[in-house]
């Protein structure tokens, strides 16, 4: 069984706690183990930045220091910590001044970042170590005649780390239609949530989830897929306010990839974290095609 | 080393491991303020803001609200011609404007930041309900609401926690930030 | 013979103010905006002190930068009197409380603003007790 140093991030514990419970269960099953890192602390989001990025790249480098104990490489389930670990370790395996600076810091923690940690996003555990082909081998019932917005939003694959296609990444539909869904092309799979805008800059940031929800809805959606306790949020909490302050009438669900894959691998719904949304998919004992029938389109 | 710095240069200073002055090679192209999500929101366009940079315009920089709207989704800076990172700049933005304490008045960002940085520090960890108080004060009876009626769906749906979570070592982890910032009653 | 100081600071405001006491001082004074070429002024030329700010670039990268002369053998001995406004840059985060960067051998911490007269003694000060203290060990 391959095993990973897992953080799961301050989301996970309470907000987005189906996302933590179908990333365990998911992988479980399909011979995965996510080891919970040891003490872990708060990635920073993207606010430490603002103070003091050598506070920011510390706060990283600890739980990165943390896995590398564990020999393990680190995977992280939302988007914002994964990209906070992954370029804390380039920048410091790059910069040895800085690599040095916040080692210094770390030894009040009895840690040492020595460079050996990988980190991986989720979904690139699913995408590159199962894999598409051996993901659809497992799959027992799948979800036939749903139709997914595949939602990448940024900073899984923004900012650009090698070559890799950052305008038209297709990873997430290949997994979708892995599992037996529909991976629906709709223009705004790449655009922006509004991240904490929804907070600090609201009209912004609902604008901007009302233009994706009527993108994915357009292209006949029936479900949005995320990788992201960020965008989960803001795509389906906010779905109200949206609906409040524009008049639409959005009812879309915004699942976490993890749980429909998980619905693929016939996990009881519990384990799976379902039961806890604003929009709830339809009932699951209908046949899939009657399920998630075409949605309301907003007015 | 000349007597006295551009603010282009004040401002490229502030960048990640910066070599020289990136955002002289700024073509005002307005791939930025095109690929911008927010842009429609911002008193000055991430275009315009490179432009008032390279112009010297300190005040005009300072109390626009740009940088605060930037939602960090780095769109702009993968398609910039130029290979700006218009992003960091963003970033770079923000701190120097916290470091000055000179920011737009009422932009509810730099308290959140502060509130969120300051969260951390004590406990190692993010809590919702405490976030929430460097913003909902903010906002209109409407939005209030909203957001209440959010919160209580959450709250029912067991989505909040309703006691901060902390990290074991908090005293390491406290002295381990003191390293970094030399604040605070330490040792 | 005349003492070369190197200032780092980010502020140029900040710079020309101190940079033209120390210039009526009889200092020759250089100037680096950045902790880059702060540290690259450092190995290239010899200063016999150096006033260095603290929250510049990323973020408290004075702090970086004293703790690398401290394990560099020609630079361990260079007096480092730390110029900072930094209570005042991160007030919110521990409000009136102190600057302690103690783990860092520094000689001197004044605070921003500086007064030119207290700037000008501690400068003399630090350089004597230098160089007072390399004389002895010769």
């Known amino acids: 069984m391959k095993e990973f140093a897992y953080f799961p991030g301050c989301s996970l514990e309470k907000i987005a706690s189906s996302y933590h419970i179908s990333a365990v269960e998911t992988t479980k099953k399909l011979g995965i183990l996510l080891k919970e890192l040891d003490d872990w602390n708060c990635c920073g989001a993207t606010t430490y930045f603002y103070i003091d990025e050598l506070l920011a790249y510390t706060l990283c480098a600890r739980n990165l220091a943390i896995a590398e104990k564990t020999g393990l490489d680190v995977v992280a389930p939302c988007s914002a910590c994964y990209k906070n670990m992954f370029f804390t370790a380039a920048h410091l395996k790059k910069d040895a001044d800085l690599a040095d600076h916040v080692n210094f810091a770390l030894e009040e923690d009895n840690l040492h970042f020595k460079g050996t940690v990988n980190v991986k996003h989720l979904i690139e555990v699913f995408a590159e170590d199962i894999g598409p082909d051996e993901l659809k081998r497992k799959v027992t019932k799948p979800l036939e005649g749903m139709r997914v917005a595949p939602y990448y939003g940024c900073q899984i694959i923004r900012p650009q780390k090698d070559k890799e296609d950052v305008e038209q990444p297709q990873f997430f539909e290949e997994l979708l239609t892995a599992i037996g869904a529909t991976p629906v092309n709709y223009p705004l799979k790449v655009r922006c949530c509004g991240g904490s805008l929804i907070l600090s800059s609201r009209t912004a940031a609902l604008t901007m989830v009302r233009n994706l929800l009527q993108s994915a809805v357009d292209a006949q959606a029936s479900v949005i897929a995320t990788a992201c306790p960020l965008c989960q949020v803001n795509l389906e909490v906010y779905q109200q306010q949206v609906n409040q302050e524009f008049g639409t009438n959005f009812s879309v669900p915004v699942m976490y990839f993890t749980q429909l894959i998980g619905l693929a691998l016939e996990i009881p719904h519990k384990k799976l974290g379902i039961g806890k949304e604003f929009v709830a998919m339809a009932p699951h004992l209908l046949p899939v095609e009657h399920v998630w029938g075409l949605p309301r389109k907003a007015t | ?187 | 013979m005349t003492k070369r100081l190197l200032m780092i600071d980010d502020d140029p405001d900040f710079v020309s103010g101190i940079k033209a006491i120390l210039d009526t001082g009889g200092f020759e004074v250089d100037v680096a905006y950045n902790p880059k070429d702060g540290l690259a002024a450092l190995q290239t030329k010899q200063y016999d002190l150096l006033l260095l700010d603290i929250m510049m670039g990323r973020g408290a990268e004075g702090i970086m930068i004293a703790r690398k002369l401290r394990k560099d053998a020609r630079l361990r001995e260079l007096p480092v009197l730390i110029l900072t406004g930094m209570r005042e840059q991160i007030a919110f985060l521990f409000p009136g409380e102190p600057i302690h960067p103690r783990f860092v051998e520094i000689d001197e911490l004044v605070e921003k603003p500086v007064e030119p007269k207290l700037l000008l003694e501690k400068v003399n000060s630090l350089i004597a007790a230098a160089e007072t203290k390399k004389a002895g060990r010769k």
């Open chain 2, 1 to 187: 080393m000349t007597d006295t710095i551009p603010f282009s240069q004040e401002i490229s200073n502030l960048l990640h491991a910066s070599e020289g002055e990136p955002l002289k090679n700024c073509i005002q192209c307005g791939t930025c303020s095109g690929t911008c999500p927010v842009a429609g929101y911002m008193d000055n366009s991430p275009r315009q803001i490179i432009a008032l940079i390279n112009l010297g315009k300190k005040d005009q920089v300072l109390e626009s609200n740009t940088f605060w709207y930037c939602a960090s989704c780095y769109h702009c800076s993968v398609r910039c011609p130029q290979e700006i990172d218009i992003t960091e700049l963003m970033y770079a933005l923000k701190r120097y404007s916290i470091w000055k304490n000179r920011y737009q008045e009422g932009l509810i960002g730099p308290t959140f930041s502060e509130a969120f940085v300051k969260m951390i520090i004590r406990g190692g960890r993010s809590f919702e309900p405490i976030l929430a108080t460097s913003y909902i004060f903010s906002f209109n009876t409407r939005e209030f609401l909203q957001e209440i009626q959010g919160a209580t769906e959450l709250l029912l749906k067991g989505r909040l926690p309703i006691l901060p979570a902390r990290i074991k070592r908090l005293e390491n982890f406290r002295r381990m930030i003191g390293r970094i910032i030399p604040m605070g009653g330490l040792e």
